[in-house]
């Protein structure tokens, strides 16, 4: 990897580590609403959304942290030991 792509892929990085920062900031959002529904004893239809929604954020924040490990592998092996921003998802 020339040193052109390590500055690509670390710009990478960077967007994925924002990305999920802003995703885990709405999925804490969402457990919230859901907790504060759940206590209203809200309808179900409207439990059942908020849900799926928050499912679906979580499988979001799963796939950003497995495609932003990758990267960081990949960046790591071949671009040496310039630090990275910290990590926000859970390493290995």
């Not at 859901?34 to 679906?56: F, H, K, S, Y």
């Amino acid at each position: 990897m020339a040193l052109n792509d390590c500055v690509h892929q670390r710009f990478v990085i960077d967007g994925l580590v924002a990305d999920y920062k802003s995703l885990d900031a709405t999925t804490t959002g969402t457990e919230r609403e859901l907790a504060r529904l759940l206590a209203e004893q809200a309808a179900p239809e409207t439990i059942a959304a908020v849900q799926e929604r928050l499912a679906a954020e979580r499988e979001q924040l799963g796939q950003l942290a497995v495609g932003g490990q990758r990267a960081v592998d990949e960046f790591r092996a071949v671009c040496g030991g310039e630090k990275l921003p910290e990590l926000p998802w859970p390493t290995r």
